[in-house]
């Protein structure tokens, strides 16, 4: 039969605002998150991590949230820069060697 | 430092035939990872590997192995290719390969006709 895409959703931002991306992860037990970017032709590159005993952490620009009473994640991007265009992953992993588990990602378009 | 390499860049194979692909992790970097990456799955683990061993494997068909060797270089190799194989493969290297952020190489880009 006909593969269906995964339909990746798409942040439309204006250059100097502030981005949120969401992330619902699936496992209550996984202790390690970590978002990722990635620009066409590339591979992902690690953004800014967070562990399980953290509700928040902040990095150069960015700031990472973790809810896990809803399983949710939000990576904040301040003054967003065209730069920034890319797809956003948020990733999980449960305690231990990594079999990582990957959103299915967000888009990330800055207009100038 | 170097970063993490993957060869070939690009391939094109056809149905039936199979494939090795190269990884060389970051200098120093002892686990190795390999993601598949569609469009219409997203990024799906394959396996992980440190020193030599395969610790941990996710849900694809015994067509795809891999393995590495002592000086951490690994390979993956897929036999009797499917067109539903085309996909970006991704390599990633990290210290312990415990809880740690990954670093990808810019990966394989492999079609199947």
């Known amino acids: 039969g006909e593969s269906v895409g995964l339909h990746l959703p798409t942040l439309s931002v204006q250059e100097g605002d502030n981005s949120i991306i969401n992330c619902a992860y699936s496992n209550s037990a996984s202790d390690y998150f970590i978002w990722y970017k990635q620009e066409s032709g590339k591979g992902p590159q690690f953004i800014i991590d967070i562990r399980s005993n953290m509700d928040k952490r902040q990095g150069q620009r960015v700031t990472v949230l973790l809810n896990k009473t809803v399983k949710h994640l939000s990576l904040q991007i301040a003054a967003t820069q065209p730069g920034d265009s890319a797809v956003y992953f948020c990733?999980?992993?449960?305690?231990?060697?990594?079999?990582?588990?990957f959103g299915i990602g967000t888009k990330l378009q800055v207009i100038p | 430092k170097a970063g993490v390499t993957q060869t070939p860049r690009y391939l094109i194979k056809t149905r039936g035939q199979q494939v090795t692909l190269s990884c060389s992790p970051i200098?120093?970097?002892?686990?190795v990872s390999w993601y598949q990456q569609t469009p219409g799955q997203g990024l799906q683990f394959l396996f992980e590997?440190?020193?030599?061993?395969?610790?941990n494997k996710g849900n694809f068909p015994g067509r795809f192995s891999g393995r590495q060797f002592s000086n951490s270089r690994s390979e993956m190799n897929v036999s009797t290719l499917e067109l539903g194989d085309s996909a970006l493969y991704l390599c990633a290297s990290s210290l312990s390969g415990t809880d740690e952020k990954l670093f990808f190489g810019s990966g394989t880009q492999l079609s199947v006709l």
């Open positions: 200098s120093g970097h002892r686990s």
């Open positions: 990733a999980e992993t449960l305690g231990g060697y990594q079999k990582v588990t």
């Open positions: 590997y440190f020193s030599e061993t395969q610790r």
